[in-house]
């Protein structure tokens, strides 16, 4: 299995999710409607998937 360094954008949006996590995490977002911790895991998987698919 070969990796690759995913594209800005699959970067950018795992970042965006991530932050978004950690700040529910913290309370400073209390209107999304499931666990910060799912947030932070579809955050990890989208940067995963963009490793792992060569040219995403």
């Given at each position: 299995?070969?990796?690759?360094?995913?594209?800005?954008?699959?970067?950018?949006?795992?970042?965006?999710?991530?932050?978004?996590?950690?700040?529910?995490?913290?309370?400073i977002?209390?209107?999304?409607?499931?666990?910060?911790?799912?947030?932070?895991?579809?955050?990890?998987?989208?940067?995963a998937?963009?490793?792992?698919?060569?040219?995403?």
């Amino acid at each position: 299995m070969n990796l690759s360094a995913p594209t800005v954008i699959v970067f950018v949006i795992s970042l965006v999710l991530a932050v978004i996590g950690v700040l529910a995490a913290l309370s400073i977002f209390s209107f999304l409607p499931i666990a910060s911790v799912w947030v932070v895991t579809a955050a990890y998987v989208v940067l995963a998937a963009g490793c792992l698919m060569k040219g995403v």
